[in-house]
Every structure is written in structure tokens, then in C-alpha cells.
């Protein structure tokens, strides 16, 4: 059974940061693919940054410049430090990866989810 676990969300004010972490664990065969998405309230849930197991990275454009991503393979960890919050980046964070259980179960995962509040 795989678990996917996020921590680090809270309330921060304008122009603050913070940074999320996640780690995968159970019965892992390789990760792939790790990201973050969020979803606002009466929004769908988008995109924030993705890292593949290379590091390669790509972000949303209404992040880049003040998110990053990155991963600690070793420990099945993604992270994502966020810096310079607005009040649009208020959401619920959810940790992704895309994981191989075994030769035949390979699929996404999901967390569920820490909550980023940005507001004075």
C-alpha cells in the first residue's frame, strides 16, 4: 500500500513564504514523475510545478520566479519552497507522484492535500 503525505501548509501574509513537503512510502518500486497541484475554492485543480526523476522542472506561469521544486530521491521526497505568496496562491496543495508499485501497477498518486493561506 503506497501512502502519499504532505506537510507544511498555514496561513503566511503577503509576500511571506513557506514549503511544502511530501514523501511517498510502502511498496515502491521507482517514482517517476512528482508534482504539486492546488485547487481554490469553485476552481479546478491545476498545476503548480512537476519534477521529473531527472530533475527536470516545469512550472505554471503564474508561479515561476518565486516557486520552486525539487526532490530527494533517497527519501521519495518532493518539496516546494514557495516565496513571495500572494493572496491567489490560497489553496489546498496536493502532492502528486506517478509510481511504479510493482512489474504490473504503475499509476498516480495523490496526498491529501495541506491547506496555503495567504492573507494579512
Known amino acids: 500500500q503506497v501512502q502519499i503525505v504532505e506537510s507544511g501548509g498555514g496561513l503566511v501574509q503577503p509576500g511571506g513564504s513557506l514549503r511544502l513537503s511530501c514523501a511517498a512510502s510502502?511498496?515502491?518500486?521507482?517514482?517517476?514523475?512528482m508534482g504539486w497541484y492546488r485547487q481554490a475554492p469553485g476552481k479546478q485543480r491545476e498545476l503548480v510545478a512537476r519534477?521529473?526523476?531527472?530533475?527536470?522542472?516545469n512550472y505554471a506561469s503564474s508561479v515561476k520566479g518565486r516557486f520552486t521544486i525539487s526532490r530527494d530521491n533517497a527519501k521519495n521526497a518532493v518539496y516546494l519552497q514557495m516565496n513571495n505568496l500572494k493572496s491567489e496562491d490560497t489553496a489546498v496543495y496536493y502532492c502528486?507522484?506517478?509510481?511504479?508499485?510493482?512489474?504490473?501497477?504503475?499509476?498516480?498518486?495523490w496526498g491529501q492535500g495541506t491547506q496555503v493561506t495567504v492573507s494579512s
Open positions: 519534477i521529473s526523476s531527472l530533475g527536470i522542472t
Open positions: 510502502g511498496t515502491i518500486l521507482s517514482i517517476y514523475a
Open positions: 502528486n507522484a506517478d509510481l511504479r508499485e510493482n512489474w504490473t501497477a504503475r499509476g498516480d498518486y
